[in-house]
């Protein structure tokens, strides 16, 4: 058994949990937080440091919330780890008694191998061992200079369409926290409908 993040964190984000996690199972991404379920020991030390309730045994989650134990193992390996708390959202006392926010993580977790042969114009592929494709563009992370940098974003805006579905598309973890980063850019560069997804190996 494993504790699960339910929908009541998702614009919210304390992190009161994240202080008191003996083995730091706690993944961070841009409006959510998620247990890892191979990581979470059935402590129960988190459930009861929420201040909004959003933490259940998995064996205990409400019936509309059954979802949460798929989309928090399959973001666990898409976000990034957080091992200190940090402070609650800007807007987390205005969501904190909204019930019905999923919708707000603009997530779609894939229950499918993603063929890259079908691959559309406005999807990102981040792999497991460092490369980033883009339409015809091809990148390595561990090779990206301050300049290439640069000339990587200029592409993810010159090729991707922003009023149709971004899909990132994510493969393990090892990367993990340039899912964070491409996300967040588009994000701000006001691309409103992005959405990460796991590729399995």
């Not at 020991?41 to 959003?54: H, N, Q, S």
């Amino acid at each position: 058994m494993a504790y699960v993040v339910t929908e009541s964190c998702i614009k919210c984000k304390y992190t009161d949990c994240v202080e008191v996690c003996p083995v730091d199972c706690f993944y961070e991404g841009p409006e959510f937080l998620v247990i890892h379920p191979d990581e979470c020991i059935d402590c129960g030390l988190c459930e009861p440091e929420c201040p909004i309730e959003a933490i259940y045994a998995d064996d205990e989650l409400p019936e509309n919330q059954i979802e949460f134990i798929e989309i928090n193992a399959k973001l666990a390996d898409v976000y990034e780890n957080i091992t200190e708390a940090k402070d609650a959202l800007p807007d987390a006392e205005n969501f904190k008694d909204i019930e019905e926010k999923v919708h707000f993580l603009n997530i779609e977790v894939a229950t499918e191998d993603t063929d890259s042969s079908e691959i559309k114009s406005n999807n990102i592929l981040l792999y497991d061992n460092g490369e980033i494709v883009l339409n015809n563009s091809k990148f390595k992370i561990d090779e990206l200079s301050t300049v290439d940098n640069i000339i990587f974003e200029n592409t993810l805006l010159d090729n991707l369409k922003k009023d149709e579905i971004v899909n990132l598309d994510v493969e393990g973890k090892a990367y993990h926290e340039w899912a964070m980063k491409i996300m967040e850019f588009l994000q701000k560069n006001q691309f409103s409908n992005v959405q990460i997804r796991t590729l399995k190996k």
